[in-house]
């Protein structure tokens, strides 16, 4: 066997060059009068392990197919039982030699039978087109080669008229998982090789358009849109809404509705050719930067947005229709505006409905060199000359293809490339092509290709100075000046893992505040959770290491504001309140309220408004009340007499809604847009006090009221009729999360960590006094971890009346404590069959210091079991805030009431222990077991979004400092 020399032709799966025999790229449309055939379905397949492992005779009429299997195109091969998933987030799972990939080199052949309709038309060109194939494939039609390609998830056409038969046509396609290609795709995704996107055949009839460029600006001045539209054949431009026929070529100005993600206004055209009439859907709409700060048709434009992965659990990237609008929908009734299509190209279908439903769009080109960090940029491709043509051809298929859309308005030249020439060669080409749209790239710090200031992940104080214009200045003046005149965009911010991301709030208020801060893109639209089943059959989501893989970053790839199954996280209801654009705001004391439109362009015309009234969470009154239409950035104060706070003692809540006053494409009349609560207490008249009950002991154990104690311990054990399984102690502990636990560079602030290696998780207890008074009984203890003099020195004091146990917890920190606690509170166990929860105060999700805008003051009630939030590695959930009083009941309506005696508290209540939580790295791991564990915490540590972000605002940090808070607990009586 003689080893190839260095110099020999590499193999065209290692060629760095986009491929052979494809048709130059061009606009993609839905609908036309030409005929298409879908191709896909059930294809037969087979399996190799190395790309050089099976021979060519697949391609042949004849061939045998024994041993073959089948697969369902579009889809991914190893979600079909053939080879595994596998995630990386930057490390490419093979060697680092471009072009060069390893002989380990899954490759599936393809193969398709087909027959043309009897009404295919005879004359003209076919064009066999893929719409996206990970990562290289080569194809035959009939035996005949075609050609091969790069580049997956971008469309490719082959000419194929001229080896096109009526019957027993043989489509045969190999596909190798690894390629050249694949340097250029490293994004932060499961490896999933396969033909995912559809394959389908066009008839291109004599005279018919090979491509069109649909140029729709708007003069927001005038009020006019502009339309011209580009065509390599002559034809017509018919609009008849706007009373618009004209050649193609020439341009029309007419008075028009502009296009915006608030407003999407499309007008329906046709583009008449000799050989074809397409389908035109228009939206008039300019945009680009303008003395720093990017407008759309004249205004600024605020981006409340999330970066996209295309995925599904089922089938991976092979996202159908029904799903791409159900995402957009609920994009749209969560506020978001826009959509970052990390990091490569969508289904171009996914674009029209943007268009239609309305979002802004940053384009991003199928290109990410990540993995090249590990290297330091050795060999990147995107400074590497030999990589610059397939670089183009990435760049020109994304813009050709999706240029006519509306809704995109930001090319991107791809992500986390670091710098190099070929970014440049790109960005020059693009603004040649399309000098009307914005360029962006956040990884070269410099900015030369960049119309964007874009950064990842920038904590708050730096986007504040950002904002201010005094950020760091860069070392070359020349290219300071030039990043100073950008605007300013947070490309990934918010990182959404598990449970998160914390600090959203803070974000907005900068962006509102600085012109210069344009939004950003919270990171990222969903989990990427694969389906498992356990061999006793309970399903859970896999994540990165559970499928073998020799390389994986764990469930970093679960980090979405959906989770896989598609239920919106706490995160996404908390991004919906915070990035609301409608404000409310008020004072029950004088009856007003102030409502502010933060639309871009729309005014508030479309929105109903209501109010509720309720008195210690019971519900008083309900209405609605009226506001005149606000445009844009206005602002009115109303005073409302059903504001106004009454003399009946309770604690006033008034919720005030902004709801959708009639249907749209995305959402039903009454769907709520934003809201608010004023809140107002009436205090009571002074009530009697209760004689305080005196203690009293007898045969080891304390008597004071309805409780009895421990007399050796001071333990808590029996309440009224209620035995409890474990007694309130100090609890500091949590599970840690995701942001937690941080991220590999933030050594000094991975709180999750440090708590860990500090021992926070085995806190010791140890009782020094139990005291008896006439008054009362009072416990001091000791609350430390093993290996260190640090301490949290606790009293817990103990007084009752007949009917109510009042604890006053003392905490006193010893030592040097260099770090924050999880939480401070207390911790107590019940029999499982108190599992039915109701309280008074935040809900009706979990919140936390800085997940908490969303949360809302009223009665709630769940079982236990609802109130945990199945974050897919299990971490710490599912805390109530602000809460006034809580009661935990069996099925006869017995239990315990917790009640704040000073401030509100945090409740927490779930089936398993902390430690229990702490331990498991699936859901399928999380057993009930036979206590309900309860949390009341006098505060909580904030989370943050350090997984790949900042941690928590230092206002939101719980420090260990002295403390003191107390409840009140009462035995409820069942039937």
């Known amino acids: 066997m003689q080893t190839p020399s260095e110099d020999a032709p590499l193999p065209y799966y290692e060629a760095p060059s986009p491929g052979e025999g494809a048709l130059p790229a061009r606009a993609w449309y839905a609908d036309s009068d030409a005929a298409r055939l879908s191709l896909n379905g059930s294809w037969s397949f087979r399996l190799a392990p190395t790309a050089a492992g099976t021979g060519e005779e697949f391609t042949r009429e004849e061939a045998e197919l024994s041993g073959w299997g089948e697969?369902?195109?579009?889809?991914?091969?190893?979600?079909?039982?053939?080879?595994?998933?596998?995630?990386?987030?930057?490390?490419?799972?093979?060697?680092?030699d471009p072009p060069r990939v390893p002989d380990e080199n899954p490759t599936g052949d393809y193969r398709r039978v087909f027959d043309l309709p009897a009404d295919w038309p005879a004359e003209g060109e076919c064009l066999l087109r893929f719409?996206?194939?990970?990562?290289?494939?080569?194809?035959?039609?009939?035996?005949?080669?075609?050609?091969?390609?790069?580049?997956?998830?971008?469309?490719?056409?082959?000419?194929?008229?001229?080896?096109?038969?009526?019957?027993?046509?043989?489509l045969a396609v190999r596909v190798h998982q690894w390629s050249a290609g694949?340097?250029?795709?490293?994004?932060?995704?499961?490896?999933?090789?396969?033909?995912?996107?559809?394959?389908?055949?066009?008839?291109?009839?004599?005279?018919?358009?090979?491509?069109?460029?649909?140029?729709?600006?708007?003069?927001?001045?005038?009020?006019?849109?502009r339309l011209r539209v580009e065509c390599d054949v002559p034809g017509r431009v018919l609009v008849p809404e706007l009373g618009i026929e004209l050649a193609t070529g020439q341009e029309a100005a007419v008075p028009v509705e502009p296009w915006s993600a608030e407003c999407p206004r499309l007008y329906e055209g046709e583009l008449v050719t000799e050989g074809e009439r397409l389908r035109l859907r228009i939206g008039f709409r300019s945009v680009g930067v303008e003395d720093g700060v990017f407008k759309a048709n004249g205004r600024r434009v605020l981006f409340r947005g999330v970066n996209r992965h295309e995925f599904h659990p089922a089938t991976g990237r092979a996202v159908d229709l029904e799903t791409m609008r159900r995402d957009i929908v609920l994009m749209k009734q969560h506020n978001i505006n826009a959509v970052r299509t990390s990091h490569y190209p969508p289904h171009p279908a996914f674009l029209d409905l943007c268009d239609e439903l309305g979002l802004w769009v940053i384009d991003e080109c199928d290109l990410e060199t990540h993995g090249f960090t590990e290297v330091e940029w050795r060999r990147n491709p995107v400074d590497d000359a030999r990589w610059t043509p397939a670089l183009l051809d990435r760049a020109a298929r994304m813009v050709e293809r999706d240029k006519n859309h509306p809704s995109v308005v930001v090319w991107s030249l791809g992500n986390e490339c670091g710098a190099g020439a070929g970014l440049s060669a790109m960005a020059q080409w693009i603004r040649e092509r399309d000098p009307s749209r914005a360029v962006h790239y956040e990884n070269d710090r410099d900015y030369p290709d960049s119309d964007f200031y874009s950064r990842m992940y920038a904590p708050h104080e730096e986007v504040e100075l950002i904002g201010r214009r005094e950020e760091e200045p860069l070392p070359d003046p020349r290219l300071d000046a030039h990043r100073r005149t950008l605007p300013f965009l947070l490309v990934e911010y918010a990182h959404a893992m598990g449970n998160g991301p914390g600090g959203l709030a803070d974000y907005q208020r900068l962006f509102e505040t600085y012109e210069r801060c344009q939004g950003g893109f919270v990171w990222e639209w969903i989990d990427h959770g694969l389906p498992k089943r356990t061999p006793e059959g309970r399903d859970y989501y896999a994540y990165g290491g559970d499928f073998g893989e020799e390389l994986h970053d764990g469930n970093f790839v679960c980090d979405g504001l959906l989770f896989p199954d598609r239920t919106p996280s706490p995160g996404l209801i908390e991004y919906k309140k915070v990035i609301e654009p409608?404000?409310?705001?008020?004072?029950?004391?004088?009856?007003?309220?102030?409502?502010?439109?933060?639309?871009?362009?729309?005014?508030?015309?479309?929105?109903?408004?209501?109010?509720?009234?309720?008195?210690?969470?019971?519900?008083?009154?309900?209405?609605?009340?009226?506001?005149?239409?606000?445009?844009?950035?206005?602002?009115?104060?109303?005073?409302?007499?059903?504001?106004?706070?009454?003399?009946?003692?309770?604690?006033?809540?008034?919720?005030?809604?902004?709801?959708?006053?009639?249907?749209?494409?995305?959402?039903?009349?009454?769907?709520?847009?934003?809201?608010?609560?004023?809140?107002?207490?009436?205090?009571?008249?002074?009530?009697?006090?209760?004689?305080?009950?005196?203690?009293?002991?007898?045969?080891?154990?304390?008597?004071?009221?309805?409780?009895?104690?421990?007399?050796?311990?001071?333990?808590?054990?029996?309440?009224?009729?209620?035995?409890?399984?474990?007694?309130?102690?100090?609890?500091?502990?949590?599970?840690?999360?995701?942001?937690?636990?941080?991220?590999?560079?933030?050594?000094?602030?991975?709180?999750?960590?440090?708590?860990?290696?500090?021992?926070?998780?085995?806190?010791?207890?140890?009782?020094?006094?139990?005291?008896?008074?006439?008054?009362?009984?009072?416990?001091?203890?000791?609350?430390?971890?093993?290996?260190?003099?640090?301490?949290?020195?606790?009293?817990?004091?103990?007084?009752?009346?007949?009917?109510?146990?009042?604890?006053?917890?003392?905490?006193?920190?010893?030592?040097?404590?260099?770090?924050?606690?999880?939480?401070?509170?207390?911790?107590?166990?019940?029999?499982?069959?108190?599992?039915?929860?109701?309280?008074?105060?935040?809900?009706?999700?979990?919140?936390?210091?800085?997940?908490?805008?969303?949360?809302?003051?009223?009665?709630?009630?769940?079982?236990?079991?609802?109130?945990?939030?199945?974050?897919?590695?299990?971490?710490?959930?599912?805390?109530?805030?602000?809460?006034?009083?809580?009661?935990?009941?069996?099925?006869?309506?017995?239990?315990?009431?917790?009640?704040?005696?000073?401030?509100?508290?945090?409740?927490?209540?779930?089936?398993w222990t902390t430690e229990q939580l702490d331990a498991a790295e699936h859901t399928w791991e999380l057993t009930p077991g036979e206590e309900v564990w309860v949390n009341i915490d006098h505060a909580q540590h904030g989370i943050g979004s350090q997984s790949c972000g900042p941690g928590p605002l230092p206002q939101y940090r719980l420090a260990a400092a002295p403390a003191e808070f107390s409840v009140v607990f009462t035995g409820l009586a069942g039937a």
């Open 582 to 911: 409608v404000r409310l705001s008020g004072d029950p004391a004088t009856g007003t309220l102030t409502v502010t439109n933060n639309h871009d362009f729309a005014t508030t015309a479309h929105l109903a408004y209501a109010w509720a009234h309720h008195t210690d969470g019971a519900l008083q009154a309900t209405g609605t009340f009226d506001v005149p239409p606000l445009g844009p950035g206005e602002s009115t104060t109303l005073t409302l007499k059903e504001l106004t706070a009454p003399d009946t003692p309770g604690e006033h809540v008034w919720t005030l809604r902004a709801l959708l006053a009639a249907d749209t494409p995305w959402a039903a009349e009454g769907h709520e847009i934003a809201w608010t609560q004023l809140v107002a207490t009436a205090e009571a008249g002074p009530a009697p006090t209760p004689a305080p009950a005196a203690p009293s002991r007898a045969a080891g154990v304390v008597r004071l009221g309805p409780a009895v104690f421990d007399a050796g311990t001071g333990a808590l054990t029996t309440l009224g009729g209620l035995r409890l399984s474990q007694a309130p102690r100090l609890d500091v502990w949590r599970a840690p999360t995701d942001n937690d636990l941080g991220a590999s560079w933030q050594q000094d602030t991975r709180f999750g960590v440090l708590w860990r290696e500090l021992g926070l998780h085995r806190m010791h207890h140890r009782v020094d006094e139990v005291s008896v008074d006439e008054s009362g009984l009072t416990v001091r203890a000791r609350v430390a971890p093993a290996a260190t003099d640090l301490a949290l020195r606790t009293r817990y004091r103990w007084s009752a009346t007949d009917g109510e146990l009042r604890l006053h917890v003392t905490v006193t920190p010893e030592g040097d404590w260099r770090v924050p606690l999880p939480r401070l509170g207390l911790r107590l166990a019940l029999p499982g069959a108190y599992g039915l929860a109701s309280w008074y105060g935040g809900g009706p999700g979990e919140a936390y210091p800085d997940t908490a805008a969303a949360s809302r003051l009223g009665r709630w009630e769940l079982p236990v079991d609802r109130m945990q939030t199945p974050y897919v590695r299990p971490q710490e959930n599912g805390a109530r805030a602000d809460v006034r009083w809580a009661e935990l009941r069996d099925a006869r309506g017995g239990g315990l009431r917790i009640a704040a005696d000073s401030a509100p508290f945090w409740f927490t209540a779930r089936r």
């Open 131 to 170: 719409e996206g194939v990970e990562s290289c494939a080569r194809v035959w039609l009939n035996g005949v080669e075609l050609g091969n390609f790069q580049g997956s998830r971008l469309a490719h056409e082959f000419a194929v008229g001229g080896v096109l038969r009526r019957e027993g046509n043989v």
């Open 71 to 96: 697969v369902t195109v579009p889809g991914h091969w190893v979600l079909q039982g053939h080879g595994a998933p596998a995630y990386t987030n930057v490390n490419y799972p093979f060697p680092l």
């Open 182 to 225: 694949s340097y250029l795709e490293d994004q932060d995704m499961w490896w999933l090789p396969g033909i995912f996107r559809e394959v389908s055949l066009w008839h291109r009839p004599p005279g018919a358009p090979a491509d069109f460029f649909v140029h729709a600006g708007y003069d927001h001045v005038a009020g006019l849109g």
